[in-house]
């Protein structure tokens, strides 16, 4: 139960004129009058984090004591605003206020990237299955511990995402994950998530902008390369929406957005016996985006071959890599290598 506080605070009594403006038929300058002291009553709830209010009027915690260098050093922005973090449990299905709310009796678990102040955490601790809260910033971490000591389905992982082996956290059980990530390691941690595809069935990420829109990008669009390729080819990418920047503290620099990735993506349509091979193949081929495959292939096949296979696939001898979807570069890398 919550508990209460009473704030009062004494106003002294004072003298003051009412003024009306001219032309509205009232007098103009009425006589002085007494207004008498004032005692203002004010909750606090005790139990609640203390708030601040957003230009929009959503509650907005204040609780971040972690030093600037600190948050600088890791790149962290913490989702402040209550709005989106509800927002955000309603898109990734673990509020009771989703459309379509995960089953009570789903046996996922979910991996938390980042778990800071816990700001997302009891939202996923409400699905009732089990959470882990990968952390690697030692200032949280009683916190989380102590989140720990109400909710038994929390487990609290010291250490570095990109270091952790999630198969083995997870314990058998197939994999949601949920992070809001970092601009500057972004790529790393999915390159990382993507060597675990065989066990996650959903990623859902808070991410920069622009780069969120190259994860979902389509061929033959400015944001379409090597990032969206390799998305693609391990995941169906969702740009589901954008958060503003002022939903964080402290504010990054640019917008962010909420993506959802969910596996298999066309890795599984596909018959590849070397995945790796594959996709060091995509990176040569947008090793230099403006310029045609027949060139960044050269180290891989000499022009004429790759011309060849370029007209097998319907393709212009002039064509680029960001032009071929998934399947297409897949296909090229087949022919070129049976050649």
């Given at each position: 139960m919550l508990q209460t506080k009473r704030l009062t605070v004494g106003v002294k009594?004072?003298?003051?004129?009412?003024y009306k403006k001219q032309g509205v038929g009232a007098q103009v300058g009425a006589p002085p009058f007494d207004v008498p002291a004032v005692t203002l009553h004010v909750?606090?709830?005790?139990?609640?984090?203390?708030?601040?209010?957003?230009?929009?009027?959503?509650?907005r915690v204040a609780c971040y004591t972690v030093s600037p260098?600190?948050?600088?050093?890791?790149?962290?922005?913490?989702?402040?605003?209550?709005?989106?973090?509800?927002?955000?449990a309603r898109a990734i299905r673990v509020s009771p206020h989703s459309t379509v709310p995960l089953p009570r009796d789903d046996q996922h678990c979910w991996i938390e990237i980042g778990s800071g102040h816990g700001e997302m955490t009891q939202h996923l601790l409400a699905a009732g299955t089990p959470v882990h809260a990968v952390e690697i910033d030692p200032a949280f971490l009683p916190g989380l511990r102590h989140l720990a000591k109400q909710f038994p389905n929390l487990a609290v992982v010291p250490g570095d995402i990109l270091e952790a082996d999630i198969a083995a956290i997870a314990s058998g059980r197939r994999l949601r994950i949920y992070g809001n990530l970092p601009y500057y390691i972004t790529s790393p941690i999915l390159h990382h998530l993507f060597t675990f595809a065989d066990f996650i069935d959903e990623i859902h990420i808070v991410i920069q902008t622009e780069v969120a829109r190259r994860l979902a990008a389509q061929p033959g669009t400015?944001?379409?390369?090597?990032?969206?390729?390799?998305?693609?080819?391990?995941?169906?990418?969702e740009f589901v929406f954008e958060i503003p920047r002022d939903a964080f503290e402290p504010p990054p620099e640019v917008a962010s957005a909420l993506v959802?990735?969910?596996?298999?993506?066309e890795r599984a349509k596909l018959s590849l016996s070397d995945a790796s091979r594959f996709l060091d193949f995509v990176k040569l081929c947008f090793s230099q985006k403006r310029k045609t495959l027949?060139?960044?292939?050269?180290?891989?096949?000499?022009?004429?071959?790759?011309?060849?296979?370029l007209a097998s696939l319907n393709l212009r001898p002039d064509a680029r890599a960001e032009q071929l979807p998934v399947a297409r570069l897949a296909a090229l890398q087949a022919h070129l290598a049976g050649s």
């Open positions: 009594p004072f003298r003051g004129n009412t909750q606090v709830f005790s139990s609640l984090p203390r708030y601040l209010l957003t230009s929009r009027g959503s509650p260098m600190a948050r600088q050093r890791l790149g962290q922005h913490f989702l402040a605003d209550l709005h989106w973090r509800e927002e955000i400015r944001d379409y390369g090597y990032l969206s390729v390799v998305t693609q080819f391990y995941t169906s990418p959802t990735l969910r596996l298999p993506g027949v060139n960044n292939l050269r180290s891989l096949a000499k022009p004429d071959s790759v011309r060849e296979a």
